[in-house]
């Protein structure tokens, strides 16, 4: 069983930036592929990057590449997810998952993620 905690999210008006956390449990979480997600009101969940266990690959949808980073600290057992000039359409619940199963290999699939956070708030402004 993995715990995940994320923090981070809050109000922000557009063109600002917030930085994402998630904080991981037990001692294992450089085997694991890594995700955020998010999920808008009224709005199927989505992925939004993911990164390999190594943090040698990352993955970003491409309504964000070049304004949202993905990377984590293995030693902290932390992921996290940069995400500058945020505009009002990234107003969503942000998720961070665990993906065990190959964790050279990023996915898309939410159906590869084993383990979720609670979320956070992440709210831009116009």
């Known amino acids: 069983q993995v715990q995940l905690v994320e923090s981070g999210g809050g109000l922000v008006q557009a063109g600002g930036s917030l930085r994402l956390s998630c904080a991981a449990s037990g001692r294992t979480f450089s085997s694991y592929a890594m995700g955020w997600f998010r999920q808008a009101p009224g709005k199927e969940r989505e992925i939004v990057a993911a990164?390999?266990?190594?943090?040698?690959?990352?993955y970003y949808v491409d309504s964000v590449k070049g304004r949202f980073t993905i990377s984590r600290d293995n030693a902290k057992n932390t992921v996290y997810l940069q995400m500058n000039t945020l505009k009002p359409e990234d107003t969503a619940v942000y998720y961070c998952a665990v993906k065990r199963r190959e964790p050279w290999l990023t996915s898309t699939g939410r159906q590869d993620y084993d383990y979720w956070g609670q979320g956070t708030q992440v709210t831009v402004s116009s």
């Open positions: 990164i390999t266990w190594s943090g040698a690959s990352t």
